[in-house]
């Protein structure tokens, strides 16, 4: 048996061209919400990288409560503010290599160098690998004092915190290019001062 196509004009077959209508409540619905940010869960996520960044720029340990306070301070006081024009841990950042440079200019701020003194011959060895620990990291402490603020900055996002220098130029305040030329000025010199380090405990 032969078939016979249906014709759009039949009148068992509609075609429409109208959009699918649309309920009252979905046009009434608003656009999608913006993320809002909490202090709280801000503070949560940030405050142990805040304390090792300070403690990293330099910021003495018995300072650092205080000056990691005045860090969550401005984050406080600005959130209100922030475009989102960066991530929040890179607005983190700059507030933290700022309220370190603040610190640093303090007259009352003493020089602080660890001394980085050998564990007792006795130590349990749970202990000594954590006196070895503590010994490491302040020996990066001491060879981080040796550099200027500003490649200070750069080298610890960077190399330490692992901060995309994208980041790392925004926090800091400079063009991406200079961040990488301080960056590679700081590793020469934490490098040189590290084979120093080194060739001074062979000769002893």
């Not at 290599?97 to 007259?107: G, L, N, P």
């Not at 020996?139 to 981080?144: G, N, S, V």
Request: with cysteine.
């Amino acid at each position: 048996m032969k078939r016979t196509a249906l014709r759009s004009h039949s009148p068992s077959v509609e075609v429409s061209t109208r959009e699918t209508p649309v309920p009252d409540a979905a046009r009434r619905a608003p656009p999608a919400a913006v993320e809002v940010l909490d202090f709280t869960s801000i503070f949560r996520d940030n405050a142990p990288f805040v304390w090792r960044l300070l403690r990293r720029l330099g910021v003495a340990e018995r300072d650092l409560p205080d000056v990691a306070q005045e860090v969550f301070v401005v984050v406080h006081r600005n959130l209100p503010g922030f475009e989102g024009r960066s991530s929040v841990r890179t607005w983190v950042y700059g507030i933290c290599v700022r309220a370190a440079a603040d610190h640093r200019r303090r007259a009352h701020v003493r020089r602080e160098v660890p001394d980085g003194g050998l564990p007792d011959d006795g130590a349990p060895a749970p202990q000594e690998e954590a006196l070895d620990l503590e010994r490491a990291r302040a020996t990066l402490d001491r060879l981080l004092s040796q550099l200027d603020p500003d490649k200070r900055a750069v080298y610890v996002l960077f190399e330490i915190e692992q901060v995309p220098m994208e980041d790392v130029a925004r926090a800091v305040g400079c063009p991406t290019q200079t961040a990488y030329s301080r960056y590679y000025a700081a590793r020469e010199h934490m490098h040189a001062a590290a084979r120093r380090l080194r060739l001074r405990g062979r000769s002893t």
